[in-house]
């Protein structure tokens, strides 16, 4: 695979997005390789934690733009589609999931880790869900799970502005459940991933699924009303012309 690796040290797997001049953006092909990677992952008996993190500056900077901007509204639909169908496998791995947060956490990337089940932020980790600016909305998930961990009005100050929000109140607002500085970021994590994968793996599965079911149902007919709404940005000519004035910028 091109853009992922999947590394296992003891019982702990470290799925990296490795496409890092892009900064890890997800265009099609990214989404299809990680969702064959946790495919294997779930496969794989010797992982009972996983860890994915971004290599280079970025954790994931977002969906592809330069591949977003030339979609109509069906091919905006398959991509929300696929986006949601791998997250969904993050979402229902037995094995807990962790997000280790190395830097930008844009769109898609604040959506990947929030589909994961603990998220573990770097001190220069940042959060966001810029998408109004390109003239969508977020469209793989942010507008269920944000609302998961923060208040409403949170989550509306973040979708409506797209403002950054650096790790400290990422922790501070419950965006973040811990805080660690950049060069321990994954020392961290894993030990944080050993606690969880020295516990009986059936019931640390259990206890994911059983949390998971007190939101599951509202979530998932959230996520397809989002689809809907993130297709229909797609008929207009708005993303076009704010993505390309941002790949031109670029
Ligand atoms: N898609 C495609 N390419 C991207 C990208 C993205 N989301 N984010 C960054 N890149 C590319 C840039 O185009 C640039 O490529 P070139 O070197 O070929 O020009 C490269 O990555 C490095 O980026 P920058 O030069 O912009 O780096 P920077 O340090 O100056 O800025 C940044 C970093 C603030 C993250 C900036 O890149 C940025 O704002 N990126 C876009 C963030 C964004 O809007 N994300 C949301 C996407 S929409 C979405 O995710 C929808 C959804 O929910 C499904």
Redesign the pocket.
């Known amino acids: 695979m091109g853009n992922i690796r999947v590394e296992i040290r003891e019982n702990v797997g470290i799925l990296t997005i490795t496409r890092p ?3 890890n ?1 997800l265009n099609r092909e990214v989404l299809r390789e990680l969702g064959q990677a946790l495919d294997r992952v779930k496969e794989d008996d010797r992982i009972r934690c996983l860890i994915i993190t971004g290599e280079g ?2 954790f994931v ?6 591949e ?1 901007a030339g979609m109509d509204k069906a091919q905006a639909h398959e991509f ?1 589609v696929l ?1 949601h169908t791998v997250f969904k496998k993050i979402e229902t791995l037995p094995a807990p999931v962790i997000a280790a947060v190395n830097g ?1 956490a ?4 604040c ?1 990947l880790a929030l589909c994961c089940d603990i998220i573990i932020a770097s001190e220069n980790a940042v959060f966001a869900q ?2 109004v ?2 003239g ?1 909305i ?3 998930g ?1 507008t269920q799970r944000l609302g998961l961990r923060i208040g409403i009005g949170r989550v509306k100050r973040m979708v409506l502005t797209g403002e950054r929000i650096k790790a400290p109140e990422a922790y501070a607002i419950g965006l973040a459940d811990g805080l660690v500085q950049p060069e321990k970021l994954i020392e961290d994590t894993v030990a944080l991933a050993k606690t969880i994968a020295a516990h009986p793996k059936n019931a640390v599965a259990a206890a994911k699924k059983a949390v998971q079911s007190s939101y599951s149902k509202r979530l998932n007919e959230g996520l397809k009303h989002e689809t809907s709404v ?1 297709e229909r940005c797609f008929s207009t000519d708005e993303p076009k012309q704010a993505m390309r004035s ?2 031109k910028k ?1």
């Open positions: 001049k892009q900064l953006a500056k970025a900077a977002g969906a592809d733009i330069s977003m929300a986006g930008y844009l769109g898609g990337g959506e810029p998408e600016g390109i969508i977020p469209g793989f942010g993130f941002f790949l670029n």
